[in-house]
């Protein structure tokens, strides 16, 4: 890493360690309300028969609902100009860089998650690079997000991305 570079010390001595950790509720009502706002009506997250008859011990949480079961929603106030919290980050800086935009993510699901589990989320800082792209420098972070219930059983893992910019 040269003095040029977009990564500061501090940010780069992060890779590999856990950039935020939470935990949350699955709660069925506020599952289906979710599905319901987003126009998400699988059978699966609403009647238990279809999720009995599928193989499910009860009706289930839609998996893309995870995170918010976890992370919760943020006060307007409390958001950054790019419109996220920051908390997800670990709060990386990238003093060179300040421009955020999100660089892409992928999920793979294990298990389901039922009414009343309890969900905890660790994300670790997988790696954090210098790239040059058609309109310059930036910065690549990524991390690995795992997903667990409160008999350490992993639901889901997903990888994301974000791309700084000067």
């Not at 950790?21 to 709660?27: E, H, L, P």
């Not at 599952?31 to 609403?46: C, E, I, K, M, Y």
């Not at 009860?58 to 919760?72: E, K």
């Not at 660790?122 to 058609?134: H, L, N, W």
Request: with cysteine; glycine share 10%.
């Amino acid at each position: 890493m040269n003095q040029d570079s977009l990564i500061d010390a501090e940010s780069a001595a992060r890779v590999g360690t856990v950039a935020a950790r939470a935990t949350g509720d699955v709660d069925r009502l506020q599952w289906q309300r979710w599905a319901a706002a987003v126009g998400d009506h699988n059978p699966l997250w609403f009647d238990t028969e279809y999720a009995r008859a599928n193989g499910y011990d009860d009706v289930i949480c839609p998996p893309l609902y995870l995170q918010y079961a976890v992370l919760g929603v943020a006060a307007l106030a409390d958001l950054r100009p790019d419109g996220s919290s920051g908390a997800v980050s670990g709060g990386l800086a990238f003093p060179r860089a300040p421009r955020r935009m999100a660089g892409g993510e992928s999920t793979t699901f294990h298990l389901p998650a039922y009414h009343r589990d309890e969900v905890e989320m660790v994300r670790t800082i997988e790696s954090i690079v210098e790239k040059q792209g058609r309109s310059g420098l930036f910065v690549l972070v990524t991390w690995h997000t795992g997903y667990r219930n409160q008999h350490g059983a992993l639901l889901a893992e997903a990888t994301t991305s974000m791309i700084a910019r000067p």
